[in-house]
């Protein structure tokens, strides 16, 4: 199973390419009432450290995303410590490369890593960040805002990701 690595740095882009439309033209003054920020209190920030502690942790995300993603994987995660096939000899090996050989193209599109990642915005972030909220006593807005933006994000990620990775 051939991977193109430099999707998943390309994919790591996404969270900060959707977040500057999220949290600017579209939901950023309404985000920022939720959060009682001012455009002032926003300002004097390390933006180069914010943002390459934010890549950081995106490129940890598509690297997660992979394995969700992509179904393969699965079958790969399940032969890697056989005897051999790090080697790429022996029969865990001879059946992986048959398996890829025949199945390796099966749910590859950009449609069902979307499908996925929306799935994981649902069921893993909403549930999530719908505790901290909980607890923070912050408004159904600020989880709309938030969930909403990872639910999209991890959706194109997702995409990105089981079509090109």
């Known amino acids: 199973m051939e991977m193109n690595i430099i999707m998943l740095f390309l994919a790591a882009l996404v969270p900060m390419i959707i977040g500057f ?40 995300i598509a690297f997660f995303l992979q394995f969700i993603v992509i179904h393969q994987m699965g079958v790969f995660q399940t032969l890697i410590n056989e005897p051999g096939f790090n080697e790429q000899t022996g029969e865990a ?32 972030v909403l549930p ?9 006593k912050k408004s159904f807005k600020y989880v709309a805002i938030n969930a909403g933006y990872w639910i999209v994000t991890l959706a194109i990620m997702g995409g990105i990701i089981c079509q090109w990775l």
Do not use: C
Not at 24 to 51: C, D, H, R, V, Y
Not at 108 to 121: E, K, L, P, Y
């Open 21 to 60: 439309v999220w949290y600017g033209p579209i939901f950023g003054n309404a985000w920022m009432k939720e959060m009682n920020f001012t455009k002032e209190s926003l300002e004097g920030q390390n933006m180069i450290k914010i943002l390459l502690l934010s890549y950081i942790f995106s490129l940890l």
């Open 93 to 124: 090996f001879t059946y992986f490369q048959d398996f890829v050989a025949k199945y390796g193209d099966r749910f590859r599109t950009f449609q069902h890593g979307a499908i996925h990642g929306v799935m994981s915005g649902m069921f893993f």
């Open 128 to 136: 999530v960040l719908s505790i901290i909220a909980l607890f923070e």
